[in-house]
């Protein structure tokens, strides 16, 4: 698959599971998230998929995240690397984060099977 459609793809997915009320779409979670899925956030703390699907319910879903510089790095036919920087619409003077989701094709379905968010400090390595 052409990266520019796939990274169309997986930036649409990666909306589906932060954006999407998934107390109304419950099944959208299992679409999305593999069953081992693991994420570390950006305090440094490893969290299962049930801990991350508690957070997903209970976030705002009217809630719209900004996206910056979505791309995404083919690993495999069925593995890609998705690499982006998230805000929170409310905060648009902090700086936000780094986020990098492993996608993996299972079953002609790409799931998500890691994700980790790393806060940017606003200082820049040299």
Known sequence: MEVN?????IQRLELDLLQ??????PGLIDELLAQDFEEIDNQG???????VIEW?????????????DFRVKILTND???AIYSLQKPQQS???GSIRT?????QDNHWKMVFHQATKITGTSAS
């Open 56 to 68: 997903l319910k209970r976030k705002d879903p009217d809630l719209h995240w900004a996206f910056r």
């Open 45 to 51: 703390q490893l969290h299962s998929r049930s801990d």
């Open 79 to 81: 593995c890609v690397l």
């Open 5 to 9: 459609a796939l990274t169309g793809i």
């Open 93 to 95: 003077s902090a700086p």
């Open 20 to 25: 999407s009320d998934l107390t109304a779409h």
């Open 101 to 105: 989701s492993l996608w993996q094709r």
